[in-house]
């Protein structure tokens, strides 16, 4: 069973037979690890402009006359 888990692998692997070849999950573990980061950073830079776009706002939190 074993042996043929291997074949078959090795057959996906060249482009024999259909499937998903063993490097597809690790491209896709990086390709999300790189989406990852621009997502979060976005969200960081959205709530700084809310904050400050708030605290430019005359009356409402701002400490300036």
């Known amino acids: 069973m074993t042996l043929w888990k291997w074949m078959r692998r ?33 969200v960081v830079l959205r709530r700084a402009t809310a904050y400050l776009s708030q605290a430019n706002l005359p009356g409402k939190g701002s400490t300036r006359s």
């Open 10 to 42: 090795a057959d996906i692997d060249d482009g024999t037979k259909p499937g998903k070849t063993s490097q597809e999950p690790t491209e896709l573990r990086e390709a999300r690890r790189r989406i990852k980061l621009p997502e979060q950073a976005n």
